[in-house]
């Protein structure tokens, strides 16, 4: 997903500004789809905006600079769902965790064993905010794919407890060698 595209769906729910457009992106609804720095957001809305696929307005603030509030409009609209009739890009999943993990036989056990609790505890949180969204619709796919998340994020949390011990069983035979790691 281009951030472009990202920008029009979630201007679809409602006009924002840039900050609440990244807000979005990296901590709300949107997180789980792409990532978008401020660096590509603004780029991407003055361009949405001189295609007119989206229109801005100033909001005057008592004591601040008045801020850019961002429209999504109908040919805004027509382009994000039309972009998700394209063929999608391959899912990416990146984890510091699992470079952690491929060097296990090189940390020792209590490297793996705190990598192991860290990453039971990120899972843990996360099942928290995802069993926190409410939805003002329950048919919607919105609801959906919180639900698909969910039992992800179940099914890695089984994964580790049922196999977490694989990988310190694996660190044991670099006990001896294992350097000092910084918490």
């Known amino acids: 997903m281009s951030v472009r595209s990202l920008c029009l769906a979630i201007l679809t729910f409602g006009d924002a500004t840039g900050y609440e457009i990244r807000k979005e992106s990296t901590e709300g609804r949107f997180s789980y789809f792409d990532d978008a720095s401020y660096g590509s957001i603004y780029p991407a ?26 429209s999504i409009t109908e040919a805004g609209r027509d382009e994000f769902l039309a972009s998700l009739c394209e063929p ?39 099942l928290g905010k995802m069993q ?31 196999h977490g011990d694989d990988l310190i069983n694996i660190a044991k035979g670099a006990d001896k060698a294992a350097p000092v790691a910084a918490e």
């Open 132 to 162: 926190e969204f409410g939805y003002d619709d329950p048919r919607t796919g919105e609801r959906w794919i919180n639900e698909y998340g969910i039992a992800c994020m179940k099914l890695t949390l089984a994964y580790l407890e049922e």
């Open 45 to 70: 809305l003055a361009r949405l905006e001189a295609d007119g696929k989206v229109t801005v307005r100033e909001e005057q603030q008592h004591g601040k600079p008045a801020r850019k509030v961002y």
């Open 88 to 126: 999608q890009a391959p899912d990416t999943f990146k984890s510091p965790f699992l470079l952690i993990a491929m060097y296990a036989s090189d940390l020792g056990p209590d490297v793996i064993r705190r990598a192991l609790d860290r990453r039971k505890q990120q899972i843990l949180a996360e």
